[in-house]
């Protein structure tokens, strides 16, 4: 060690340092100039006062132009206003035909061709009497719809226009099919005559109806005498008071006494309701089960009923007569051959029964024609009207007289 007390520090290279590129470039921005590394802006801009609505364009262009420096930009879709479609009016509408369903994907279409497609577009110039033949000819095949009016579409009655016979009434008819049809006939005779003997009875052998009129026509001719005096008299019985033991009055009750004993009556009254509602509440109390199942089967068999009837009220407006003209619709009877009147044989079978009378029936029957019946009598008004007449007194009647 020397006099002097200091230390000798070593000198290391500072080579790491050097390697840094931070500080290389820090070096080289001392080294510039200062024109190099400041401008100077002696120009004054305007400041441009922009609306909200210009700022938010600024923005989005901004926003856009990041976009665009991006390679995963979305490809930007300009949005356009749609055209007004404008509906066509009814009058159009009924006017232009539709257009053809569109087949659903999957069906294969019909490319099967009408050989006879032709002969449907046809021209109606020329001959009226041609042309006439023509459209009725193709109404006939329906080529062209008719307007029809709506009580065409309108059903009187789904009953068949010819009612089939039975079997049994064949004019070669087999054993059993002709004795149920004999019987089915027997049965329908049998309470006819039983409907006939009960109305007799009820009115009384050798009896006739009696109308109003005939019955009013008796009494104009004075047939109904009027009765007597002695007639009408009562029958007076001769009985004794004597033979009848006299019974003695009750004594007359006073007002406080009646009061007490309807006051009792009521109080009895009630205690026997209320002991026969306790006792019949704790009757239903014990079978309650047994009314809930009740209920529930009330309940099913009025829905069962009220679907019954809904169904017959359309069988029966479908098959049921309607009252169609004022007279009675009797049922066509049809004529019965007996054992000895089969032939069994076509040939020999002769005609029985009216067509047209069946026919007339059946329209009846299906409500397509009504029934005539007794017209009604003209009825009188009510309240008949004034009639002034202006009649002149003969005596003042000249030849130099005038009628006002």
Do not use: C
Not at 133 to 139: E, I, R, S
Not at 182 to 203: H, P, T, Y
């Amino acid at each position: 060690m020397g006099k002097s007390r200091k230390k000798s520090w070593k000198k290391i290279p500072r080579t790491v340092d050097e390697d840094l590129p931070e500080l290389h470039e820090q070096q080289q921005l001392e080294k510039l100039p200062d024109d190099q590394i400041f401008e100077i802006d002696d120009d004054a801009k305007p400041i441009e006062k922009l609306t909200t609505k210009q700022k938010r364009l600024h923005v989005h262009r901004e926003r856009l132009s990041k976009l665009d420096d991006k390679e995963h930009k979305k490809p930007i879709r300009m949005i356009q206003k749609r055209e007004k479609i404008q509906l066509p009016s009814k009058l159009e509408r009924t006017k232009n035909p539709r257009a053809p369903k569109i087949a659903p994907s999957g069906v294969k279409p019909n490319l099967l061709k009408d050989p006879w497609a032709d002969e449907d577009e046809v021209e109606m110039d020329g001959d009226d009497f041609v042309g006439a033949g023509k459209m009725h000819d193709l109404k006939l095949r329906k080529v062209i719809k008719v307007k029809e009016p709506k009580t065409r579409k309108y059903i009187p009655s789904a009953l068949p226009a010819v009612k089939v016979a039975d079997p049994g009434a064949s004019y070669n008819p087999e054993m059993n099919d002709y004795l149920e049809y004999a019987n089915k006939l027997a049965n329908e005779e049998v309470v006819r005559e039983k409907a006939e003997k009960k109305l007799d009875r009820q009115v009384g052998k050798g009896m006739k109806y009696i109308t109003a009129e005939e019955q009013k026509a008796e009494l104009e001719q004075g047939f109904y005498e009027e009765s007597t005096e002695d007639e009408d008299e009562d029958i007076k019985l001769d009985v004794k008071p004597e033979s009848f033991g006299i019974k003695k009055q009750p004594k007359a009750k006073s007002d406080k006494l009646k009061k007490r004993q309807l006051r009792r009556k009521i109080a009895e009254l009630e205690r026997k309701s209320l002991k026969e509602s306790s006792k019949r509440e704790r009757e239903q109390i014990a079978n309650l089960k047994k009314l809930y199942k009740e209920i529930d089967h009330k309940l099913v068999e009025s829905k069962e009923k009220a679907a019954e009837r809904a169904t017959n009220k359309i069988f029966d407006n479908f098959t049921k007569r309607k009252q169609l003209g004022r007279g009675e619709f009797k049922e066509y009877e049809e004529p019965v051959a007996l054992p000895s009147e089969i032939k069994g044989s076509l040939r020999l079978a002769k005609t029985e029964g009216n067509l047209m009378n069946e026919h007339v029936k059946s329209l009846q029957a299906r409500n397509i024609l009504h029934i005539a019946g007794e017209k009604d009598p003209k009825k009188l008004p009510k309240r008949l009207k004034r009639k002034f007449v202006d009649k002149w007194d003969i005596k003042k009647v000249t030849a130099d007289s005038t009628r006002h």
